[in-house]
T-cell receptor, first 117, second 114 residues
Framework: GAVVSQHPSRVICKSGTSVKIECRSL??????MFWYRQFPKQSLMLMAT?????????EQGVEKDKFLINHASLTLSTLTVTSAHPEDSSFYIC?????????????FGQGTRLTVV | AQTVTQSQPEMSVQEAETVTLSCTYD???????LFWYKQPPSRQMILVIR??????QNATENRFSVNFQKAAKSFSLKISDSQLGDTAMYFC???????????FGKGTKLSVIP
C-alpha cells in the first residue's frame, strides 16, 4: 500500500516559538494533502486542504496565519505552527491522495503530538 | 454540509464474538464514499473497509463487513470473531466523490474482552 511518513512524531516547544511538521508521500505522488487536528478522545477535524503548487484552502475557524501550510512538491507538505501557545497543543495528522493509487482512499501519516509549554 | 453520526461512544465485546458499530450520515449528494477507519492506541489511522455509494453490494474484508442502507443513510460495521487486536477507536467517515475530503464521526471506542 501507499506510505505516508510524518515527522516528527512528538515535539515539545516553548510558548512563542514555531514548529514545523513534515508530511511525505514515500512511494506515490500526492496531488492533495489534508491536515487534521485531533484533541484527546475526540474525532479528527479537518484544518486545511493543500494541492501541490497552490495555496492551501483552510476550513472555517482555522487561522491561516497561525497554521502555515506549504505543498511545494508532489511528495512533501509542511505545517508550521507559528508563535505556538499551550492551546495549540494537540495531535496533528496528515493524509494524502494522489496518482496511481486508489484515488478513493486517503493514506494517513503516523501523526505528531505537539506539546507547547 | 455533510454530517456523520456515531451514536455509540463506547462498546465492548467478548473475544470471538460479533459486534456491530452504527453510523448514520446526512448528504444531498448521490455519489460518495463511506469508510470505516480504526485508530489503535498508536493513533495511526488504518483503513478497515470502504464502500462506494453506487454499489448495492455490501463491502466485506475478511472478518469485517458493512451493512450499507443508502435510502436510510446508514452504514454499520460488523466485526466477526472479534480479536484482542481489534481494540481501538473506530471512526466512520464520508467523502464526496469530487472532493475526497473526509468528514469523520465522533468515533466509537471498542474494547475486546478476553
Amino acid at each position: 500500500g501507499a506510505v505516508v511518513s510524518q515527522h516528527p512524531s512528538r515535539v515539545i516547544c516553548k510558548s512563542g516559538t514555531s514548529v514545523k511538521i513534515e508530511c511525505r508521500s514515500l512511494d506515490f505522488q500526492a496531488t492533495t494533502m489534508f491536515w487534521y487536528r485531533q484533541f484527546p478522545k475526540q474525532s479528527l477535524m479537518l484544518m486545511a486542504t493543500s494541492n501541490e503548487g497552490s495555496k492551501a484552502t483552510y476550513e472555517q475557524g482555522v487561522e491561516k496565519d497561525k497554521f502555515l501550510i506549504n505543498h511545494a512538491s508532489l511528495t512533501l507538505s509542511t505545517l508550521t505552527v507559528t508563535s505556538a501557545h499551550p492551546e495549540d497543543s494537540s495531535f496533528y495528522i496528515c493524509s494524502a491522495r494522489g496518482y496511481r493509487v486508489r484515488n478513493t482512499e486517503a493514506f494517513f501519516g503516523q501523526g505528531t503530538r505537539l506539546t507547547v509549554v | 454540509a455533510q454530517t456523520v453520526t456515531q451514536s455509540q461512544p463506547e462498546m465492548s465485546v467478548q473475544e470471538a464474538e460479533t459486534v456491530t458499530l452504527s453510523c448514520t450520515y446526512d448528504t444531498s449528494e448521490n455519489n460518495y464514499y463511506l469508510f470505516w477507519y480504526k485508530q489503535p492506541p498508536s493513533r495511526q489511522m488504518i483503513l478497515v473497509i470502504r464502500q462506494e455509494a453506487y454499489k448495492q453490494q455490501n463491502a466485506t474484508e475478511n472478518r469485517f463487513s458493512v451493512n450499507f442502507q443508502k435510502a436510510a443513510k446508514s452504514f454499520s460495521l460488523k466485526i466477526s470473531d472479534s480479536q484482542l487486536g481489534d481494540t481501538a477507536m473506530y471512526f466512520c467517515a464520508y467523502s464526496g466523490a469530487g472532493s475526497y475530503q473526509l468528514t469523520f464521526g465522533k468515533g466509537t471506542k471498542l474494547s475486546v474482552i478476553p
